[in-house]
């Protein structure tokens, strides 16, 4: 016990002393001491909370090398300056060093003079790098970005796997860490199975980051909407996505034709053109980069504004983790994804016609793109949902938040439910009898009535409701077959055509069993595109904590910083992070006392820097300790966002008189079991409770699976023997046109199971 209280005291003292702060962060105390009891871990956490520290910090106070394993040369030379310049010895070996320089960094590794040792996977089976690491010590190995390891994560790397057999050929096992800031349940499981983790301590701290404002707009003019969202930021800093090479050379000459500095990243650029752009960017001579997704992991630059998504991503892995690099030290930044239809038939193209892996068989290469598909439907609805975004992403990991984030453009827009469900069973109807064969746009334009050679070649004008919404606006009819697709309702097929069909939910309108609410603004977007605000940011600013004196001494040493960061050939974000120097000007130290009290300040910084800075805040405040920060800015932040969040409705949530008010019936569907609650509850301020994520808990929990019939063509839900235990069982219908369905029933013990459900997931 007294040990493990050292080792505790040890880590919180080399947190103080190397990198300025007086305790760990939520997850990262557990990682750090189970790494020093020697103990394997995993650990999933956002960009920015931290994962660094997680193993830095263990393999400085462990005995011998801690390997770092890490998947691009940006990445390590970012963490290897930051912990140079924090007084901690650390080097990297890769493609970017002279067969010397590798000699030399590995011959002082094992002088004992380096710690921790950053090496590419590639680099793990050449022979020097083997021979170093079977003749030295190595404390640990630990596996940054460790989803690239899984086949079914969004950058898988092949490299990765010869992270296992270099492992497995050393002479004695070390601990083996492995951490990544996205990766799904799925992921996570295959992460601790093939790096075969020993009772790994496992922690999840959640996807959250509150400091992020998350906006999809549909401007009808993409470059417009940028260049004007740049022009109004041009005191920020910002990263665009395109998902394509010419979007970002037009992208690019277009805002810098605007007048504003800007940067350019992608493949097709020269090596040596690329390095300098990002060297711009980072050292802020230039604040805009515009770049494909070849741009970013592992540049550890902190004070990225905003991060706009020119074009949708493939999948919700990479725009989250994409997003994610905006406001890393903790302050508002904004996350905007401007989305078109073209952005979707785009994706499909480029994960039809993507790089084609030769290590993997033709089985695994098919599954993966099946896998890649479906991923890019679920990124699609991300584009659609008028619920919370941030709600959305947090579910998409595993992640059930309040429902409403008050801080994402879906719950700062007012909103009416309006109900559909009788528009649902004509659409219903219509794929109906179209036979299930035909995509979205067609079974719209039979709707609306539209004479097209298609419609007419395949007997579309003479379905029984061609034309009945000929009145009606497509974009209506089409919110409404998004929300059948999000909601399960629907089924679209991951094949060239993306053909929608039934499936044994869509029965439940058909039969009146459910309802389809959707949500309508009820503001004019028509000149920003639908659905948009004006992009300001809803957390808590710079601008929101200092007056307007702090701002200038925040200027003031910005401008330090940067005086400095050039004369030292490094970055400014790591001299000091921009929440470094807004505490500074917080707590506007004036001595070194006060000044090892400023998070991000440690014992190494101050010897260097502390004294500049030091001098600079008593040369503007002579000496005074007048308050240039908003003291109640947090409070007023809450009270804002309170009020906000009560202008929309709360998610349904089970109170404790519905759960005791509750009179359980023989048997009933899962719709019906949901109308009854959503009857009781109060309307005015408490959304419909929805069947889907209560049927997705009951298939991860085991109660319901997914199995194909090949008769009908499509999946169907059953109960397994533990639902059937539960009470869950299926019973036998006729439908009005005199065909048989199966439909999933709920006896008096199964829905007090529904209530225990509903209680985990929505409370």
Same mark, same amino acid.
């Given at each position: 016990?007294?040990?493990?209280?050292?080792?505790?005291?040890?880590?919180?003292?080399?947190?103080?002393?190397?990198?300025?702060?007086?305790?760990?962060?939520?997850?990262?105390?557990?990682?750090?001491?189970?790494?020093?009891?020697?103990?394997?871990?995993?650990?999933?956490?956002?960009?920015?909370?931290?994962?660094?520290?997680?193993?830095?910090?263990?393999?400085?106070?462990?005995?011998?090398?801690?390997?770092?394993?890490?998947?691009?040369?940006?990445?390590?030379?970012?963490?290897?300056?930051?912990?140079?310049?924090?007084?901690?010895?650390?080097?990297?070996?890769?493609?970017?060093?002279?067969?010397?320089?590798?000699?030399?960094?590995?011959?002082?590794?094992?002088?004992?003079?380096?710690?921790?040792?950053?090496?590419?996977?590639?680099?793990?089976?050449?022979?020097?790098?083997?021979?170093?690491?079977?003749?030295?010590?190595?404390?640990?190995?630990?596996?940054?970005?460790?989803?690239?390891?899984?086949?079914?994560?969004?950058?898988?790397?092949?490299?990765?796997?010869?992270?296992?057999?270099?492992?497995?050929?050393?002479?004695?096992?070390?601990?083996?860490?492995?951490?990544?800031?996205?990766?799904?349940?799925?992921?996570?499981?295959?992460?601790?199975?093939?790096?075969?983790?020993?009772?790994?301590?496992?922690?999840?701290?959640?996807?959250?980051?509150?400091?992020?404002?998350?906006?999809?707009?549909?401007?009808?003019?993409?470059?417009?909407?940028?260049?004007?969202?740049?022009?109004?930021?041009?005191?920020?800093?910002?990263?665009?996505?395109?998902?394509?090479?010419?979007?970002?050379?037009?992208?690019?000459?277009?805002?810098?034709?605007?007048?504003?500095?800007?940067?350019?990243?992608?493949?097709?650029?020269?090596?040596?053109?690329?390095?300098?752009?990002?060297?711009?960017?980072?050292?802020?001579?230039?604040?805009?980069?515009?770049?494909?997704?070849?741009?970013?992991?592992?540049?550890?630059?902190?004070?990225?504004?905003?991060?706009?998504?020119?074009?949708?991503?493939?999948?919700?892995?990479?725009?989250?983790?994409?997003?994610?690099?905006?406001?890393?030290?903790?302050?508002?930044?904004?996350?905007?994804?401007?989305?078109?239809?073209?952005?979707?038939?785009?994706?499909?193209?480029?994960?039809?016609?993507?790089?084609?892996?030769?290590?993997?068989?033709?089985?695994?290469?098919?599954?993966?793109?099946?896998?890649?598909?479906?991923?890019?439907?679920?990124?699609?609805?991300?584009?659609?949902?008028?619920?919370?975004?941030?709600?959305?992403?947090?579910?998409?990991?595993?992640?059930?938040?309040?429902?409403?984030?008050?801080?994402?453009?879906?719950?700062?827009?007012?909103?009416?439910?309006?109900?559909?469900?009788?528009?649902?069973?004509?659409?219903?109807?219509?794929?109906?009898?179209?036979?299930?064969?035909?995509?979205?746009?067609?079974?719209?334009?039979?709707?609306?009535?539209?004479?097209?050679?298609?419609?007419?070649?395949?007997?579309?004008?003479?379905?029984?409701?061609?034309?009945?919404?000929?009145?009606?606006?497509?974009?209506?009819?089409?919110?409404?077959?998004?929300?059948?697709?999000?909601?399960?309702?629907?089924?679209?097929?991951?094949?060239?055509?993306?053909?929608?069909?039934?499936?044994?939910?869509?029965?439940?309108?058909?039969?009146?069993?459910?309802?389809?609410?959707?949500?309508?603004?009820?503001?004019?977007?028509?000149?920003?595109?639908?659905?948009?605000?004006?992009?300001?940011?809803?957390?808590?600013?710079?601008?929101?904590?200092? !007056?307007? @004196?702090?701002?200038?001494? $925040?200027? =003031?040493?910005?401008?330090? &910083? %940067?005086?400095?960061?050039? +004369?030292?050939? #490094?970055?400014?974000?790591?001299?000091?992070?921009?929440?470094?120097?807004?505490?500074?000007?917080?707590?506007?130290?004036?001595?070194?006392?006060?000044?090892?009290?400023?998070?991000?300040?440690?014992?190494?910084?101050?010897?260097?820097?502390?004294?500049?800075?030091?001098?600079?805040?008593?040369?503007?405040?002579?000496?005074?300790?007048?308050?240039?920060?908003?003291?109640?800015?947090?409070?007023?932040?809450?009270?804002?966002?309170?009020?906000? !969040?009560? @202008?929309?409705?709360?998610? $349904?949530? =089970?109170?404790?008189?519905? &759960? %005791?008010?509750?009179?359980? +019936?023989?048997? #009933?569907?899962?719709?019906?079991?949901?109308?009854?609650?959503?009857?009781?509850?109060?309307?005015?301020?408490?959304?419909?409770?929805?069947?889907?994520?209560?049927?997705?808990?009951?298939?991860?929990?085991?109660?319901?699976?997914?199995?194909?019939?090949?008769?009908?063509?499509?999946?169907?839900?059953?109960?397994?023997?533990?639902?059937?235990?539960?009470?869950?069982?299926?019973?036998?219908?006729?439908?009005?046109?005199?065909?048989?369905?199966?439909?999933?029933?709920?006896?008096?013990?199964?829905?007090?199971?529904?209530?225990?459900?509903?209680?985990?997931?929505?409370?």
């Amino acid at each position: 016990m007294i040990q493990n209280i050292n080792k505790r005291e040890q880590a919180v003292g080399v947190l103080k002393k190397y990198f300025g702060y007086e305790s760990f962060r939520n997850g990262q105390d557990k990682l750090v001491y189970s790494i020093l009891q020697g103990r394997d871990a995993l650990g999933i956490m956002p960009t920015g909370a931290g994962k660094s520290i997680c193993y830095q910090i263990p393999g400085i106070i462990m005995e011998g090398i801690t390997i770092v394993i890490s998947p691009l040369i940006s990445l390590m030379k970012d963490q290897v300056a930051a912990l140079n310049e924090a007084g901690i010895h650390a080097a990297f070996i890769n493609s970017s060093l002279s067969a010397r320089q590798v000699s030399l960094a590995l011959e002082y590794a094992r002088e004992g003079k380096y710690q921790l040792i950053y090496v590419a996977p590639e680099r793990l089976e050449t022979e020097e790098f083997l021979h170093f690491a079977l003749n030295t010590p190595i404390a640990m190995v630990a596996v940054d970005e460790a989803h690239c390891i899984s086949q079914w994560g969004q950058d898988f790397r092949p490299s990765y796997r010869k992270i296992v057999r270099f492992i497995e050929g050393l002479p004695a096992r070390p601990v083996i860490s492995a951490f990544t800031a996205t990766a799904t349940k799925e992921v996570m499981e295959d992460i601790g199975c093939i790096l075969k983790l020993r009772s790994p301590e496992v922690v999840v701290t959640g996807f959250d980051r509150e400091n992020l404002y998350f906006e999809v707009r549909t401007p009808k003019k993409k470059e417009e909407e940028v260049l004007a969202y740049v022009k109004e930021h041009l005191d920020k800093c910002g990263i665009i996505y395109c998902n394509t090479r010419n979007n970002v050379e037009e992208l690019w000459e277009l805002i810098n034709k605007q007048g504003t500095s800007a940067a350019k990243y992608h493949a097709g650029m020269p090596d040596a053109d690329r390095n300098q752009n990002q060297e711009d960017f980072i050292y802020d001579r230039k604040p805009v980069m515009v770049a494909t997704n070849a741009f970013g992991m592992g540049i550890d630059k902190s004070n990225v504004r905003y991060v706009i998504h020119y074009n949708m991503p493939k999948n919700m892995e990479s725009y989250y983790q994409e997003a994610g690099r905006a406001g890393r030290d903790g302050e508002a930044s904004e996350c905007i994804l401007m989305y078109s239809g073209k952005d979707v038939e785009i994706n499909k193209f480029l994960i039809e016609k993507g790089n084609i892996n030769e290590e993997l068989s033709a089985a695994d290469r098919e599954l993966i793109q099946e896998r890649d598909m479906e991923r890019l439907k679920k990124m699609t609805y991300y584009c659609f949902t008028r619920d919370c975004l941030r709600e959305y992403v947090l579910n998409y990991f595993g992640q059930y938040g309040e429902g409403t984030c008050g801080n994402c453009s879906n719950c700062l827009t007012e909103f009416e439910e309006t109900d559909v469900t009788e528009d649902s069973r004509d659409i219903l109807n219509c794929i109906r009898e179209s036979g299930q064969r035909y995509g979205v746009n067609v079974i719209i334009a039979t709707l609306l009535g539209r004479r097209t050679a298609k419609l007419t070649a395949n007997n579309m004008v003479n379905s029984s409701l061609y034309g009945k919404y000929s009145s009606a606006n497509e974009s209506f009819l089409k919110q409404i077959m998004n929300k059948l697709i999000l909601e399960e309702y629907l089924y679209v097929t991951n094949d060239k055509y993306a053909v929608v069909k039934l499936n044994r939910s869509s029965l439940e309108i058909s039969e009146g069993q459910a309802l389809v609410i959707i949500k309508a603004s009820r503001v004019n977007n028509s000149e920003k595109g639908e659905g948009n605000l004006s992009g300001k940011q809803k957390g808590l600013r710079r601008s929101e904590i200092l !007056t307007s @004196k702090g701002l200038d001494l $925040f200027e =003031l040493l910005r401008q330090l &910083r %940067t005086d400095i960061a050039k +004369e030292e050939g #490094v970055p400014p974000y790591i001299i000091f992070s921009d929440k470094t120097l807004t505490d500074m000007c917080v707590k506007l130290p004036l001595n070194q006392n006060e000044m090892l009290t400023v998070t991000g300040v440690g014992e190494n910084k101050f010897k260097k820097y502390g004294n500049e800075f030091l001098e600079a805040i008593l040369k503007f405040t002579g000496g005074s300790k007048e308050s240039l920060s908003y003291e109640q800015a947090a409070d007023q932040q809450k009270a804002e966002k309170t009020l906000r !969040t009560r @202008k929309t409705k709360e998610e $349904f949530r =089970l109170t404790e008189e519905m &759960r %005791t008010g509750f009179k359980p +019936e023989d048997k #009933v569907t899962v719709s019906q079991f949901v109308d009854k609650l959503n009857d009781v509850r109060d309307e005015a301020v408490m959304k419909r409770l929805a069947s889907v994520h209560i049927t997705s808990v009951l298939k991860e929990e085991g109660y319901l699976i997914d199995r194909y019939n090949p008769l009908l063509g499509r999946n169907e839900t059953y109960p397994t023997e533990k639902g059937q235990s539960a009470g869950i069982t299926t019973d036998s219908r006729i439908s009005g046109k005199g065909n048989e369905y199966a439909v999933i029933m709920y006896d008096e013990k199964a829905q007090v199971l529904l209530l225990d459900v509903i209680g985990r997931i929505r409370q």
